[in-house]
C-alpha cells in the first residue's frame, strides 16, 4: 500500500555534506515513524537515525552530531542531513517507516535504497 522512494544520494569528499530525501506514496491513515538505516556489503543494517510523529529524534551513535533526520508531514517526505562526512559513512542509506493504514493496522515499509559514497 505504501511506497518509499529515496533520492540525494551521490559522491562526495570527506568533510562535505548531503541531503537526502525519501518520499512516501500510497495510501495510509498516518506516518507514525520515519527513519533511515545503512548498510555496507558483509555488514549489518544498521539504524543511523529516527524521528516519530512528535518529532522526538534518535540517532545511532557513530553519526551524532554529524547527522540530522526531518520529516514535512503535509508533504509525506522524510529527509536526512549529512554532514562532516568521513569515508566510513559509505554506504547503501535505506529509508523506512511505520505507517498506520485506514484498517488500524501499523505496518513497516522500505524504500529501495541511495548510494553515499565518500571520499578521501
Known amino acids: 500500500q505504501v511506497a518509499l522512494v529515496e533520492s540525494g544520494g551521490g559522491l562526495v569528499q570527506a568533510g562535505g555534506s548531503l541531503r537526502l530525501s525519501c518520499a512516501a506514496s500510497?495510501?495510509?491513515?498516518?506516518?507514525?515513524?520515519m527513519a533511515w538505516y545503512r548498510q555496507v556489503v558483509g555488514k549489518q543494517r544498521e539504524l543511523v537515525a529516527q524521528?516519530?510523529?512528535?518529532?522526538?529524534?534518535m540517532y545511532g551513535d557513530s553519526v551524532k552530531g554529524r547527522f540530522a533526520i526531518s520529516r514535512d508531514n503535509a508533504k509525506n517526505v522524510a529527509y536526512l542531513q549529512l554532514n562532516s562526512l568521513k569515508s566510513e559513512d559509505t554506504a547503501v542509506y535505506y529509508c523506512?517507516?511505520?505507517?498506520?493504514?485506514?484498517?488500524?493496522?501499523?505496518?513497516?515499509?522500505w524504500g529501495q535504497g541511495t548510494q553515499v559514497t565518500v571520499f578521501a
Open positions: 524521528i516519530n510523529k512528535e518529532d522526538k529524534t
Open positions: 500510497g495510501t495510509f491513515f498516518s506516518v507514525n515513524i
Open positions: 523506512a517507516g511505520a505507517f498506520q493504514g485506514h484498517d488500524g493496522y501499523e505496518r513497516y515499509y
